[in-house]
């Protein structure tokens, strides 16, 4: 007991998401849902029509005489620094200045200007009025554009164990090889969106569909030359975010902001889809080169890996991705030498951002793609190479636990977790039926693979690690909660709505969870690495523990129960009702704040030591496939997915994470292709060209499980893990199964790139 | 003298005289009517997001119902009917109820539009089997749930007890309002024109007099003209409300569609004359697409990836074009010139199409390639007719999809099939002559070397099937291993 009235840990209720009725019965209210009021006033962007060059000339006459423009934004209408930029400022805000000198055009969809109009419908028409002239040049466009033209954002990165070189060259035997790995669109449903409200004296209101509500504040206020304090941005909800809102939706904001600002009226900027896939960053293609030493048995002794990211126009969250990438060259393997090189690529294609698994997964695609070229080579199932290649099981030696940056795993539970799900899902047997299978199939081939997850937690930038909460008990006994983690269909509200229940004693619906404000809880990290209800979980129970404290020392007690809406302590007992109002009339505070700072965190990139880390989550998939050898095309047959989730704060949003997750690493690896053409143009820009799972993707059977064992070892909120980002990289599973299959037709190992469309499978068979 | 622009909204009565004729329903339900459970996630008719319910009195007095996409459904096009939205379910659907309780939702922004779906499927007794649920549900995305609690919710709502849907008293007020509308809408508003004739003298004549005006059916590809390219005609002229033109003759030879024929009638009447038409209608786009867009509309827009021309055209379909009262026949295939040009005078429309049957069902087959298997354009899509008759072929169209700007015939490969026994040689000897049939071209979709590649393959693959029974990853005749294991592993 850890005086709560719950065990620490124990797994708290499959409650439906917060809004699940306000969902389905369309009351639920996302930004571009809020009433409009009178007059208010919407944007259109003008996007460049090329990917690269120098604008000669810009018109914008028939824009501003187009009927219901009011005004239209450019360089000159910024009153501070025109840049939208997360980490460092090499984003302009607006390209064009009509009196200065204009940006640099970077890539084909920048944003040169804004349209502000009676309505959307107006503020569209006039902004393809624009006449620009370009000077265009040659776009740098793919990674090998960017090297022949040394085109980079930064200097190559690099971690280091041993002499991987060394231990390569003096292995029995070796590998070498290349994966080209795509992009990924997030295609979160609801699109880029904001509302700015003027406010008295200046200040401004802004409904901005965003994962980092504080940085669309300070960009808004550099931008503005505002104080911080004089902008206040609110997110209820989003339709969706996947890492698409996390920095993505700065210059939305901005825009409607400073509308807002030069008109004196609500302003609203909602993209339309085509504009926002052009616009808008996507997940780093990526290319890996790798190379590995091993024995006979599969032992990995030495590798190397060169990762090379596409980061498109601007620095945004390129550095921290890549790194990501690189911390995720290992998978769940121990390398006895490693060494990964990371180059960072600067092209003229929109900015690549955050995207669920932030690198990682590129990285452990890596990983796993070496893996299945060992197993190739030795013959052996590929299964039997990654057990034994998997780090040191937690509380065995540590002899195999150093991963290539420094960091010892201490929490490995992949074996156990593998074991159980290559059991559960008649791994071995299968594989044996499915070669049988093949050999009388000559047209159709079925292939499984089964794939493990260790995904990193934390922001590896380590002051982001850190979180607030604001909880206000009401004289009623009510209870409103706030902290600065953002909803976006995670289930976060109602995991914090729990932790708070708990610990409080209450039913959940005591506790009200209201839209995240920076003006509730200031400075905030975005909701991203997976680090939403960790670190706002803590920060809330931190808030209630403090509330809970002046109760018990209210009511006399050393130390109080709070359960089922009783408070019990040595000597007595009362509601919480009564306690609260007895408290009130005694004048102790019923409000509290709460602040976490994830510990054991010390990462020194300079050095490339330390931990970024707090721990590891873990989990597994078994996918079978069925392609066939005439088309390239494939199905999905069956997926058995058993993952960790420590103990769980509501099962069933888990579930829906390891699902979803897992279906959206499908589709990336699958039929989720992107397409620039020669000129730097997005040919799939709509949900037309761009293909997304369907429910008819999904595979035929599909068997989702929470690891009943899984319990974090370190001290986290109720011993739970992260759950966000890991399960994406169980798709992978998926994308292997369809590789095993394309080899069974080929008679050979047959390696594909990704995404693997029916086109890369067929053109991979000879 | 014409009417007012009239139709009913969640089972009342509304106007909207002054809206423009490229007002688009979903943009008039959120901002006129303050209706925001409608979403947009695209605003082209590909997400599902603005899924609503679509109720019209059938001409033989029934109730038709289908799903759309408000966001290309142009609000005119509503004259006479009834838009069933979220809003009116009301919350507690035995629909919502289970997609609530059965976490359908994550960030909840489709869930409207699923629930849409759903309901359309529960109130209309469609199957609530995973594998039906998977079609019912192919035109709306979800970003979050993978669609596995969606998949659930849909068959848990079936299981739980309901009140039956009004639809009593939704032909009621349909039949009412029809009796109101007793003339042609003549729709004016902010410059621009929309008129619905009433039959097809009325309409043929119309056309004649506005040649410039825009011809417009389901409005699934001119809907994306308004909201993406920011087409604003001056005219429209809708085939929808001429009662003629919705109908589906059928005889002895064969079948015939009018230019209002959606879809989805039309799959339900082609799929008896061969399998696998029904299954290329069946990957035709989405149910709310399939309900609203047409089979001619497909035809007359000359799309050269639309998967109806090249399924018609090996089939021998032949159409009839009308300008006035003069109408001229033509093979299908003869229509599509080149890309983007259509045999097709100023004044005339395309009034029928006749589709032959076929002397044998399994005569025809079709095979769909596309990056992903449902809702996707194809990248390729092959209709293969081909008869043999005592050992030798006695009859071979080919068509392609997606090989040329336009739907075109194989000619050299079907010379190479025809008077010989199908054997491998006659099908490697088709195969190659589809080099000078085809320089196919490389776009985001596939690349040329792709497209020839599978074409040529597609031929094997149609050989092997003749002789060995279907041979198919997904959809009909997919094969099923699992199964065939007798669930031993499961
Ligand atoms: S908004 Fe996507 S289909 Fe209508
Ligand atoms: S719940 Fe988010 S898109 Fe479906």
Redesign the pocket.
């Known amino acids: 007991m850890d005086g709560t009235g719950f065990e620490a840990g124990k797994t708290l209720e499959a409650l439906p998401h917060d809004s699940a009725f306000a969902h389905v019965s369309g009351e639920a209210r996302y930004a571009d849902d809020m009433p409009e009021p009178p007059g208010m006033v919407h944007l259109a962007l003008g996007l460049s029509t090329v990917a690269r060059g120098r604008i000669l000339s810009a018109d914008l006459s028939a824009v501003r005489a187009a009927p219901g423009v009011l005004h239209v934004l450019t360089a000159e209408d910024v009153p501070g620094i025109n840049d939208t930029g997360p980490v460092v400022h090499d984003e302009p805000a607006f390209a064009l200045s009509e009196t200065g000198e204009s940006a640099e055009i970077m890539f084909h969809g920048q944003c040169l200007f804004a349209v502000v109009a009676t309505s959307r419908e107006a503020a569209r028409l006039a902004a393809r009025l624009a006449r620009i002239d370009y000077e265009a040049a040659e776009p740098i466009l793919t990674i090998d554009d960017a090297v022949a033209a040394g085109s980079f954002l930064s200097e190559p990165y690099r971690m280091a164990r041993g002499d991987a070189r060394a231990a390569i060259e003096a292995a029995p035997m070796r590998a070498k090889g290349r994966i080209e790995i795509g992009g990924q669109e997030h295609f979160y ?1 609801e699109g880029q969106v904001a509302v700015a409200t003027p406010e008295e004296g200046g200040a401004l209101h802004v409904l901005s569909s965003t994962q980092h509500p504080s940085e669309v504040q300070a960009v808004i206020a550099h931008n503005l030359c505002l104080p911080s304090s004089m902008v206040t941005v609110e997110v209820r909800r989003m ?2 975010g996947f890492g698409g809102k996390e920095t993505q939706g700065n210059l939305i904001a901005l825009a409607a902001a400073l509308a807002a600002r030069i008109t004196g009226k609500p302003a609203k900027l909602r993209l339309d889809r085509d504009d926002d896939m052009i616009l808008t960053g996507k997940r780093h293609p990526f290319r890996i080169d790798y190379e590995a030493g091993f024995d006979a048995e599969g032992r990995i002794l030495g590798v190397r890996f060169e990762q090379w990211a596409n980061c498109g126009w601007s620095a945004d969250l390129s550095a921290a991705i890549a790194d990501r990438a690189m911390f995720h060259a290992d998978n769940a393997y121990f390398y006895p030498a490693a060494e990964i090189v990371s180059h960072r690529c600067r092209t003229n294609l929109c900015s690549m951002t955050a995207f669920r698994g932030f690198g990682g997964p590129q990285g452990v695609l890596g990983a796993e793609r070496l893996i299945a070229h060992v197993a190739a080579e030795t013959g052996l199932d590929p299964l039997e190479v990654r057990r034994r290649n998997f780090y040191a099981p937690m509380g065995a030696m540590p002899t195999r636990s150093l991963t290539p940056y420094g960091m010892m795993v201490e929490d490995c539970v992949i074996e156990e977790i593998v074991e159980e799900l290559a059991e559960s899902a008649d791994y071995a047997g299968r594989r044996m039926e499915i070669a049988a299978w093949n050999e009388a199939s000559p047209v159709l081939k079925r292939g499984i693979a089964l794939s493990p997850v260790k995904f990193g937690i934390s922001f590896t930038t380590t002051h982001l690690n850190q979180a607030g909460a604001l909880v206000l008990v009401y004289q009623d006994g009510s209870v409103l909660l706030n902290h600065g983690g953002t909803e976006m ?1 995670q289930g976060l509200y109602r995991k914090v709505q729990q932790v708070a229940a708990a610990e409080f004693g209450l039913d959940p619906e005591r506790v009200r969870i209201s839209a995240t404000r920076t003006d509730k809880v200031p400075n905030t990290s975005a909701t991203a690495a997976s680090s939403g209800s960790d670190m706002n979980g803590m920060a809330v129970k931190k808030a209630c523990e403090e509330i809970k404290a002046r109760i018990a020392a209210h009511l006399g007690a050393g130390f109080a129960i709070f359960d089922k809406g009783r408070i019990v302590w040595q000597g007595g007992e009362t509601t919480w009702e009564a306690a609260v109002k007895s408290a009130y009339f005694a004048r102790v505070s019923l409000a509290a704040t709460g602040f976490y700072a994830t510990p054991k965190l010390a990462w020194d990139r300079a050095t490339v030591s330390g931990r970024p880390f707090y721990y590891f989550a873990y989990g597994a998939a078994v996918t079978e496939a069925l392609v066939d050898s005439l088309t390239g095309e494939y199905r999905l047959l069956r997926a058995d997915i058993l993952h960790d989730v420590g103990r769980s704060l509501n099962p069933a949003i888990d579930l829906g994470q390891v699902e979803g997750g897992y279906i959206q690493g499908v589709g990336w690896l699958t039929t989720e292709e992107l397409d620039w053409d020669a000129k730097g143009r997005l040919r799939t820009h709509a949900p037309s060209t761009y293909k997304i799972p369907t429910a008819g993707d999904r595979p035929e059977r599909m068997s989702v499980r929470l690891w009943a064992k899984g319990e974090n070892r370190e001290l986290t909120i109720r011993r739970s893990k992260a759950v966000g980002e890991p399960p994406l990289m169980l798709g992978i599973s998926a994308f292997l199964a369809i590789e095993e299959a394309a080899s069974a037709a080929a008679g050979a190992w047959t390696p594909l790139d990704a995404p693997a469309t029916p086109e890369r499978v067929l053109m991979a068979l000879p | 003298m014409s009417e007012g622009l009239r139709f009913i909204l969640n089972g009342e009565r509304v106007a909207a005289p002054g809206a423009a004729p490229t007002t688009t329903l979903l943009d008039w339900l959120r901002e006129a009517r303050g209706l925001t459970g409608t979403k947009e996630g695209c605003a082209e008719g590909d997400c599902g997001a603005c899924t609503v319910i679509v109720r019209e009195l059938a001409p033989d007095g029934a109730l038709r119902q289908r799903t759309a996409n408000a966001c290309i459904q142009l609000l005119p096009m509503l004259h006479g009917r009834e838009v069933v939205t979220v809003e009116a379910l009301g919350g507690a659907h035995p629909v919502q109820r289970a997609m609530a309780e059965g976490h359908g ?7 409207p539009g699923f629930v849409m779906s759903l309901a359309h499927a529960w109130e209309t007794g469609a199957s609530a089997e995973p594998e039906a649920v998977v079609d019912q549900i192919a035109g709306n995305l ?4 993978g669609y596995g609690p969606i998949l659930a919710a849909a068959s848990a709502a079936r299981a739980a007890p309901a009140a039956a849907p009004d639809h009593e008293a939704a032909l009621s007020r349909l039949r009412a309002l029809r009796r109101d509308l007793t003339l042609t809408l003549d729709h004016r508003a902010e410059g621009a024109r929309f008129l619905a004739p009433r039959s097809a003298e009325e309409f043929a004549a119309a056309r004649l007099a506005h040649p410039e005006a825009t011809i417009l059916a389901g409005a699934t590809d001119i809907g994306l003209w308004v909201t993406k390219r920011g087409f604003r005609p001056a005219m429209f002229l809708w085939v929808g409300d001429v009662a003629e033109f919705g109908e589906i003759g059928e005889d002895e030879a064969g079948l015939r569609f009018g230019p209002a024929v959606s879809h989805e009638r039309a799959m339900a009447a082609l799929a008896p004359l061969a399998p696998d038409l029904g299954e290329v209608w069946r990957r035709f786009a989405s149910p709310q697409v399939r309900g609203a867009g047409t089979l001619l509309g497909n035809i007359a827009n000359g799309s050269p990836i639309g998967d109806a021309a090249p399924a018609l055209i090996a089939l021998g379909a032949r159409l009839t074009l009308r300008r006035g009262a003069a109408r001229r026949e033509i093979p299908l295939e003869t229509f599509f010139i080149e890309y983007g040009r259509q045999d097709l005078r100023p004044g005339e429309f395309v009034e029928f199409v006749d589709v032959p049957r076929p002397a044998d069902p399994m005569d025809l087959r079709c095979y769909k390639i596309s990056k992903r298997f449902d809702q996707d354009i194809s990248s390729l899509l092959a209709a293969i007719h081909v008869r043999e008759e005592a050992g030798m072929t006695t009859l071979a169209r080919i068509a392609f999809g997606g090989m040329a700007g336009v739907p075109k015939r194989a000619r050299a490969a079907e010379r190479a099939l025809l008077g010989r026994p199908l054997d491998e040689a006659a099908i490697a000897a088709a195969a190659a002559a589809l080099d000078e049939d085809f320089t196919p071209l490389s776009d985001h979709r596939a690349s040329a070397a792709y497209r020839m590649r599978a074409a040529r393959n597609l031929l094997t693959k149609f050989y092997l099937e003749r002789r060995f029974g279907d041979i198919r990853v997904a959809g009909r005749g997919r094969a099923k291993p699992l199964e065939d294991a007798g669930e031993r592993h499961v």
Do not use: A, S, Y
């Open positions: 449903l339709g969706g269909g | 939702g994550q960030c909840g922004f489709c869930t979800c970003r979050c749930t």
